[in-house]
C-alpha cells in the first residue's frame, strides 16, 4: 500500500518506517528540511534500538522516501498518518495548531479519496474538528480514523510490529477495510485489531497512560509507606503482582514517571474531564505525588547529610527518563540536578545516550564523564536515577576505589540489599530497608 507518513518525530519516524518495512511504501514528509536531507542520505536523527537497520534497509530497497513537500507525499498515498506533535498548550489542554494546520493543508491537494489517520495524542472530539476541517476545505471524500499509538521508547519497533492491539477509531466501513488490511500483517499472532468509534479511540490512549501513570504512583506510595513501617516494597510487588488481575507489570518504584507521554497525559485528561465539569480527582492526585517522588531521592540525601549538600560531589548515573532512550523530556534526572544544584552540591553525570541532550540544557552547570566510572572518582556518592542494564552488575571494587565514601543513593533499586551489607556500603533505595555503612 501507498502512505504518506505527517511528521518524522519520534512517532512518524518508527511509524513509517516499520509500515516500509513489511513491503508497504512511505513516503514522510517534514517541514524541516535540514531533517529530511540528512534522513535523505540515510542518517536517522533518533536513537531506537532495532530501528537504524530496518531504516537504512527499506531506504535503500526504495520503500521508505524523505521529501518537505506535502503534495508529493500525499499525491500517490491511500492512508495518510498524521504524527505531528500536541504539546501542551498555556492552560494544560493539547494544542493542536500542527494537527488541524496539517489537515488543512491536505485538504486543499487532495484528488482522490483518502484516510487520514491521527495518530498523535489528542483529546477526544479531534476526529470530529479533523473531519470538519476537510469539510469546509474540500469536496472530496475523507474518511478521519483515530489510531492511537502504544509504543514504548526503546522497544518501539517490537511493539509497531507485535502489538497487543490494535485500536482503530472510525465509522467508515470503507477506511475500516483498509485499516484492516494495513494491520493485518503485524497481528498475525492473534492480537486484535479493536475496531470503535473515533471518540472511544480517542479516550482509550489517555486511559491507558493514565491508567499505568496511576499504578506507577500508586506503587511509588506503597513505596514510601514501605519505608515508614519497615516492609520491603520488593516483597509486596511480588505479592501483589502475582494476582492476575493487578499483573506483574508496571508495579516497579522508583523516582517517579517521565517522558513524553506521561505526564501529558495524564495532565491533558485531567484537563478535558474538568472541561466537561468532571472533577478527574484521582489524577490530580497522581501528578501531584508524581511531582515529590521525583525528588525523594534528594530528601533522603538532605536527611543524610544532615541538611548541608554545599561543597558536596556527587556522581549520578542515568540521566534518560528510563534506559534504551537519549530522550530526556520530563526526566527525573532534571529535577534531581536542579535541586541538587539549588542546595550548593556539584555533579558529574554519566549516561550511555542521554548526555548531549542534557549538555544542551544545561551546560556546564555539572560534569559529564565518559564512563561511569570516572564519574564517581573524588564522588562523595553515587546516585543512580536511571536503570540502564550496565549499572546492574557494576565493578563494586572500581566504585568503591573511586568514590570518596561508600554510600549509594539507588533510586531504581537496583542491587540486593544482602550484597550491599556484605560490601559494607550505607545504601538507601526506594520502599526498602536502609542499609548502613
Ligand atoms: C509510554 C507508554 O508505555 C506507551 O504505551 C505510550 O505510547 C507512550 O508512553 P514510554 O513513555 O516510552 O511509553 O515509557 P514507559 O516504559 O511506559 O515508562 C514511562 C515512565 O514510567 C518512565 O519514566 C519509567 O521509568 C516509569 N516506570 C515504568 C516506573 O517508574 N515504574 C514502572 O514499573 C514502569
Redesign the pocket.
Same mark, same amino acid.
Not at 505527517?6 to 518495512?21: D, S
Not at 549499572?391 to 549509594?408: Q, S, Y
Given at each position: 500500500m501507498k502512505i504518506a507518513v505527517v511528521g518524522t518525530g519520534y512517532v512518524g519516524l518508527v511509524t513509517g518506517t516499520c509500515l516500509a518495512e513489511t513491503g508497504n511504501t512511505v513516503t514522510c514528509v517534514d517541514i524541516n528540511q535540514e531533517k529530511v536531507d540528512k534522513m535523505q542520505q540515510g542518517q536517522i536523527p533518533i536513537y531506537e534500538p532495532g530501528l537504524e537497520i530496518l531504516f537504512h534497509r527499506t531506504i535503500e530497497q526504495g520503500r521508505l522516501k524523505f521529501t518537505t513537500v506535502l503534495a508529493e507525499a500525499i499525491a500517490d498515498a491511500k492512508i495518510i498518518f498524521l504524527a505531528l506533535p500536541t504539546p501542551p498548550g498555556a492552560d494544560g489542554a493539547a494544542d493542536l495548531s500542527f494537527v488541524l494546520g496539517a489537515a488543512k493543508d491536505i485538504a486543499k491537494l487532495v484528488k482522490d479519496y483518502k484516510v487520514v489517520v491521527t495518530k498523535s495524542t489528542v483529546p477526544v472530539g479531534t476526529a470530529d474538528k479533523v473531519k470538519k476541517v476537510f469539510a469546509e476545505n474540500t469536496s472530496i471524500e475523507v474518511d478521519v480514523v483515530s489510531n492511537p499509538?502504544?509504543? #514504548?521508547?526503546?522497544v518501539?519497533v517490537e511493539?509497531f510490529m507485535k502489538p497487543d492491539r490494535v485500536v482503530v477509531g472510525t465509522s467508515s466501513e470503507k477506511a475500516k477495510k483498509l485499516m484492516e488490511e494495513l494491520y493485518n500483517p503485524y497481528v498475525r499472532s492473534g492480537n486484535p485489531i479493536i475496531f470503535m468509534d473515533e471518540r472511544s479511540s480517542e479516550l482509550t490512549k489517555y486511559a491507558?497512560?493514565s491508567f499505568?501513570?496511576t499504578k506507577?504512583t500508586f506503587?511509588?506510595e506503597v513505596a514510601n509507606l514501605c519505608e515508614l513501617v519497615g516492609a520491603d516494597v520488593d516483597m509486596v510487588r511480588k505479592g501483589i503482582g502475582s494476582d492476575a488481575r493487578i499483573g506483574k #507489570? $508496571?508495579? $516497579?518504584?522508583?523516582?517517579?514517571?517521565?517522558?513524553?507521554? $506521561?505526564p501529558k497525559?495524564v495532565q491533558a485528561l485531567a484537563k478535558s474531564a474538568a472541561e466537561v465539569n468532571y472533577d478527574f480527582s484521582i489524577l490530580n492526585s497522581v501528578m501531584a505525588v508524581n511531582e515529590k517522588q521525583k525528588v525523594v531521592i534528594v530528601e533522603k540525601m538532605r536527611k543524610y547529610y544532615k541538611g548541608d549538600l554545599k561543597g558536596k560531589k556527587f556522581a549520578l548515573w542515568g540521566l534518560a $527518563?528510563?534506559p534504551e532512550?537519549d530522550d530526556i523530556r520530563e526526566a527525573?534526572a532534571l529535577y534531581i540536578i536542579d535541586e541538587l544544584l539549588k542546595d550548593g552540591a556539584s555533579i558529574v553525570a554519566y549516561d550511555p545516550e542521554a548526555t548531549a541532550n542534557v549538555r544542551k540544557l544545561k551546560g556546564d552547570t555539572i560534569g559529564y564523564a565518559k564512563d561511569p566510572y570516572e564519574a564517581l572518582e573524588g564522588a562523595d556518592a553515587l546516585i543512580i536515577v536511571t536503570e540502564w542494564p550496565l549499572f546492574r552488575t557494576p565493578d563494586f571494587d572500581r566504585i568503591e576505589k573511586n568514590l570518596k565514601a561508600k554510600v549509594i543513593f539507588d533510586g531504581r533499586n537496583l542491587y540486593d540489599i544482602q550484597k550491599m551489607i556484605d560490601c559494607g556500603y550505607y545504601y538507601n533505595s526506594i520502599g526498602r530497608k536502609v542499609v548502613e555503612a
Amino acid at each position: 500500500m501507498k502512505i504518506a507518513v505527517v511528521g518524522t518525530g519520534y512517532v512518524g519516524l518508527v511509524t513509517g518506517t516499520c509500515l516500509a518495512e513489511t513491503g508497504n511504501t512511505v513516503t514522510c514528509v517534514d517541514i524541516n528540511q535540514e531533517k529530511v536531507d540528512k534522513m535523505q542520505q540515510g542518517q536517522i536523527p533518533i536513537y531506537e534500538p532495532g530501528l537504524e537497520i530496518l531504516f537504512h534497509r527499506t531506504i535503500e530497497q526504495g520503500r521508505l522516501k524523505f521529501t518537505t513537500v506535502l503534495a508529493e507525499a500525499i499525491a500517490d498515498a491511500k492512508i495518510i498518518f498524521l504524527a505531528l506533535p500536541t504539546p501542551p498548550g498555556a492552560d494544560g489542554a493539547a494544542d493542536l495548531s500542527f494537527v488541524l494546520g496539517a489537515a488543512k493543508d491536505i485538504a486543499k491537494l487532495v484528488k482522490d479519496y483518502k484516510v487520514v489517520v491521527t495518530k498523535s495524542t489528542v483529546p477526544v472530539g479531534t476526529a470530529d474538528k479533523v473531519k470538519k476541517v476537510f469539510a469546509e476545505n474540500t469536496s472530496i471524500e475523507v474518511d478521519v480514523v483515530s489510531n492511537p499509538e502504544f509504543l #514504548r521508547e526503546g522497544v518501539a519497533v517490537e511493539d509497531f510490529m507485535k502489538p497487543d492491539r490494535v485500536v482503530v477509531g472510525t465509522s467508515s466501513e470503507k477506511a475500516k477495510k483498509l485499516m484492516e488490511e494495513l494491520y493485518n500483517p503485524y497481528v498475525r499472532s492473534g492480537n486484535p485489531i479493536i475496531f470503535m468509534d473515533e471518540r472511544s479511540s480517542e479516550l482509550t490512549k489517555y486511559a491507558a497512560n493514565s491508567f499505568l501513570a496511576t499504578k506507577i504512583t500508586f506503587m511509588n506510595e506503597v513505596a514510601n509507606l514501605c519505608e515508614l513501617v519497615g516492609a520491603d516494597v520488593d516483597m509486596v510487588r511480588k505479592g501483589i503482582g502475582s494476582d492476575a488481575r493487578i499483573g506483574k #507489570r $508496571f508495579l $516497579f518504584p522508583g523516582v517517579g514517571y517521565g517522558g513524553s507521554c $506521561f505526564p501529558k497525559d495524564v495532565q491533558a485528561l485531567a484537563k478535558s474531564a474538568a472541561e466537561v465539569n468532571y472533577d478527574f480527582s484521582i489524577l490530580n492526585s497522581v501528578m501531584a505525588v508524581n511531582e515529590k517522588q521525583k525528588v525523594v531521592i534528594v530528601e533522603k540525601m538532605r536527611k543524610y547529610y544532615k541538611g548541608d549538600l554545599k561543597g558536596k560531589k556527587f556522581a549520578l548515573w542515568g540521566l534518560a $527518563f528510563k534506559p534504551e532512550t537519549d530522550d530526556i523530556r520530563e526526566a527525573p534526572a532534571l529535577y534531581i540536578i536542579d535541586e541538587l544544584l539549588k542546595d550548593g552540591a556539584s555533579i558529574v553525570a554519566y549516561d550511555p545516550e542521554a548526555t548531549a541532550n542534557v549538555r544542551k540544557l544545561k551546560g556546564d552547570t555539572i560534569g559529564y564523564a565518559k564512563d561511569p566510572y570516572e564519574a564517581l572518582e573524588g564522588a562523595d556518592a553515587l546516585i543512580i536515577v536511571t536503570e540502564w542494564p550496565l549499572f546492574r552488575t557494576p565493578d563494586f571494587d572500581r566504585i568503591e576505589k573511586n568514590l570518596k565514601a561508600k554510600v549509594i543513593f539507588d533510586g531504581r533499586n537496583l542491587y540486593d540489599i544482602q550484597k550491599m551489607i556484605d560490601c559494607g556500603y550505607y545504601y538507601n533505595s526506594i520502599g526498602r530497608k536502609v542499609v548502613e555503612a
